[in-house]
C-alpha cells in the first residue's frame, strides 16, 4: 500500500505526466483539446479537491459531523469558455503551480488530518489520504485521453 508522501508525490508525476501528453498529443479538434483538458484538472484541483480536504480537516478539528459530499465538477461549458485562449505553455503552468500549492498544503497536515473523513455518495467514507487516489484515478482518466 503506498504511503501518504508517496502518494502526494505522484500527485506531482502525474501533473507532469499529464503536461507532457498535452504536450505531445495529436489532437484532432474533438472534444476537449489539451489546453481545456489542463483547464479542467486544475479547476478541479481549486475548486473539488482542496475546498473538500479544508472542509473534512476543519469539521474534525471543530469535532462536527462529517461532510457529507456527492459527486461534482465544474460546468463544462464554462471550462471550454474558460480556457480557450490560454496557450499550452500557460495552462501547463498553471497546473504544476496549483499541484504544488496541493503538495504544500497535503505534506503540511498532520497525521492525524490526513485522516479527517467525509460521506462520498459515490465513493462512501473518505478521509483526504484516501482522496488521493480518486484525484490520481481523475488525473490518469484524462491523461489517457489525451493519447
Known sequence: MPTFENQVEALIQSAHAICESAQNC???GQGWGPVIILG????????????????MRVAMNNKALIPQLSWWEPDAAETEKKYEAISLDTAKANLLVSRNSMQNYLVGLSETERRAAAQHKTFGTITIESMLQVILDHDEEHRASLN
Open 26 to 28: 495529436n489532437w484532432g
Open 40 to 55: 479542467h484538472v486544475l479547476d478541479v484541483d481549486n475548486e473539488v479537491w482542496m475546498p473538500r480536504f479544508e472542509m
